[in-house]
Structure formats: C-alpha cells, structure tokens
C-alpha cells in the first residue's frame, strides 16, 4: 500500500515539473532565461532564441 501511495505523490509531483515548458518550441523551460509578457507574468524559455521570438511578439 505504501509503494502504491508512493507512486501515486510522485507521478503528481513529475506532472508539476513538466509544467515549466518553453511556450515557443515546448522543451523543458530554463528558469535563467526569462522575459515578462503583455499581463505581467514571467515566462520561461529554453534558450534565447526563443526568448527573442517571445520578445518580439510582444513589444
């Protein structure tokens, strides 16, 4: 029961992570290279290029 419990925490616990995706391409985001958008929010990219795509669409 515990291993069952255990497994259950930890698929919740790797859909959070998988949560934090370059809104451009859709890989894993990385949190130093960051812009913020139209409402305020900081959105994490996986490189620059897609930061300046981002960048470029929201001025």
Do not use: E, H, R, Y
């Not at 992570?17 to 990219?45: M, Q, Y």
Request: with cysteine; aromatic share 6%.
């Amino acid at each position: 029961m515990k291993t069952l419990i255990s497994l259950f925490v930890l698929s919740f616990a790797s859909a959070g992570l998988a949560a934090d995706k370059c809104p451009i391409s859709g890989k894993p985001a990385d949190a130093s290279i960051t812009s913020t958008g139209k409402d305020g929010k900081t959105v994490a990219f996986c490189c620059q290029k897609c930061k300046g795509k981002f960048d470029a669409k929201n001025k």
